[in-house]
């Protein structure tokens, strides 16, 4: 029996998107991360890092968006690439340019751009720069195909859905002017019943999206170390 651990934020939307394309049985389990609930015991004991998406399986335990993408897509059968080495070397490097790039850069963008205390303005510029560099490749990809692998839809559409939702908020109103392709490969996506159930699911739980004290204390613990100094 399938467990999910959720937030409703770009990586664990990966997930919910294949569960759903999937249909597979599943139970979620909400992770209100601007509670702090990431951090309980439990949780851990499934994630070490405290981040969501998690996933249980029976006895298989898995942590990462992109890891759990992979391992439900290969005991399905679906949303791989075609059956050779070529295509499978394609899949696997542009599931981990996701995972190393767009993830991360996209992350730290929105957390300097929106979030970080002054002075940022380096900080700001740096992820900024490397979030539009990487968007960028990904719709220079898309400008030659309908999606990230060619004709065949596969979990690495699903993983730029996951980041593609929040591009407005990362770059700002100018988004989808410099990324077309990428907008066009999220309205395709968006259009298929399973995104609508896998965006249905933050309805479910009454999480909490006010960024106040309690939630900074707990997103954002580093910042503790700068009002002791």
Do not use: C
């Not at 394309?21 to 851990?44: K, M, N, W």
């Amino acid at each position: 029996m399938i467990t999910f651990y959720y937030h409703p934020s770009p990586n664990p939307a990966k997930v919910a998107l294949f569960l759903e394309e999937a249909g597979l049985d599943y139970t979620l389990v909400p992770v209100d991360t601007r509670r702090g609930e990431q951090f309980s015991p439990d949780f851990l004991a499934i994630n070490p890092n405290g981040k969501t998406p998690a996933l249980t399986d029976d006895d298989v335990t898995l942590f990462d968006s992109n890891a759990i993408l992979l391992y439900l897509a290969e005991k399905t059968g679906l949303f791989l690439s075609d059956d050779n080495a070529a295509a499978r070397g394609q899949m696997l490097s542009w599931l981990m340019f996701v995972a190393t790039g767009i993830g991360p850069y996209s992350g730290q963008a929105v957390h300097f751009r929106h979030f970080a205390p002054e002075p940022k303005a380096y900080a700001v510029n740096r992820y900024m720069f490397e979030a539009k560099r990487h968007f960028g490749i990904l719709d220079t990809r898309l400008a030659a195909d309908e999606y990230m692998l060619g004709a065949r839809y596969t979990i690495v559409d699903m993983a730029v859905w996951g980041w593609a939702r929040a591009a407005p908020f990362i770059f700002g109103e100018q988004a989808w002017s410099e990324f077309p392709n990428v907008k066009r490969l999220l309205d395709l996506v968006n259009a298929r019943p399973a995104a609508t159930r896998a965006e249905a699911l933050k309805s479910r739980h009454d999480y909490k999206f006010e960024m106040d004290d309690e939630a900074r204390r707990v997103m954002f613990p580093q910042n503790a170390t700068l009002e002791a100094g």
